[in-house]
């Protein structure tokens, strides 16, 4: 069972900048991306960013120029530098690693979804 654990959350002022961390307990390669997700109470969990294997990035227009992701492939970790933040930035941050699977032709051969999360870490952008 792959673990995540996500640190680095707080309050911080508008304008401030914070950088989270995941810790990944399995080898990230082993995902097809990995990415941040926020969510705020009511609302349903809405990607930031996701990373590939291969380095390549998408990150979401209301974050763009400001979030960063990356990631350190020899340790198994996943960041986000997020800067000139917002009151709207306020969330609870999750990382996510992703993947496709297929199941074998025994059991149908087809393709499924794999998902593991992290508990979050709350942003607070306030004054």
């Known amino acids: 069972q792959v673990q995540l654990t996500e640190s680095g959350g707080g309050l911080v002022q508008p304008g401030g900048s914070l950088k989270l961390s995941c810790a990944v307990s399995g080898n990230i390669f082993g995902f097809d991306y990995l990415g941040w997700y926020r969510q705020t109470p009511g609302n349903q969990r809405e990607l930031v960013a996701l990373?590939?294997?291969?380095?390549?990035?998408n990150v979401v227009d209301s974050v763009k120029g400001r979030f960063t992701i990356s990631r350190d492939n020899a340790n198994n970790m996943l960041f986000l530098q997020m800067n000139n933040l917002r009151f709207e930035d306020t969330a609870v941050y999750y990382c996510?690693?992703?993947?496709?699977?297929?199941?074998?032709?025994?059991?149908?051969?087809?393709?499924?979804?794999?998902?593991?999360w992290g508990k979050g870490t709350l942003v607070t952008v306030s004054e």
């Open positions: 996510n690693c992703h993947a496709t699977e297929r199941r074998s032709l025994s059991e149908g051969g087809d393709f499924y979804d794999l998902d593991y």
């Open positions: 990373i590939r294997n291969d380095g390549s990035t």
